[in-house]
């Protein structure tokens, strides 16, 4: 059974309160922090050995897993950004990168997905 695509644009568009926002933050925490270490389970699989974020995005890259880790290495920064949002600014600077990380997380549900097992 494929996993079903995440849409998370009209969750995205209702986004108003800080409480919203708040939430939304602890979503993508909860989702980053799955994603990198699915990848480096997936890697330790395949005998390739990452620890960090970091690493692991560069081997996920190297074996196809991800397509840029540079994208991955944005997402890593805003996560780092949520462990101490103090002001609105710093909460802002992560929901805006939601449409990208969504449409990158969906893309490897699909490539985890579709791999033989």
């Not at 998370?8 to 909860?30: G, L, M, P, W």
């Not at 005998?47 to 890593?76: C, H, M, T, Y």
Request: glycine residues 2%; negative net charge.
């Amino acid at each position: 059974m494929k996993p079903q695509e995440i849409d998370f644009e009209d969750y995205r568009q209702s986004i108003i309160t800080d409480k919203d926002k708040i939430a939304s933050v602890k979503a993508f925490e909860f989702c980053y922090e799955l994603s990198w270490k699915m990848m480096r389970r997936l890697l330790a699989g395949r005998g390739v050995e990452a620890n960090s974020p970091r690493s692991v995005f560069r081997e996920a890259a190297l074996s196809n897993i991800i397509n840029d880790p540079e994208i991955w290495f944005k997402f890593q920064e805003k996560r780092n950004i949520t462990a101490h949002v103090y002001n609105e600014q710093e909460l802002n600077q992560v929901v805006a990168i939601f449409n990208e990380f969504s449409q990158e997380l969906n893309k490897l549900i699909d490539t985890l997905s579709n791999l033989e097992i």
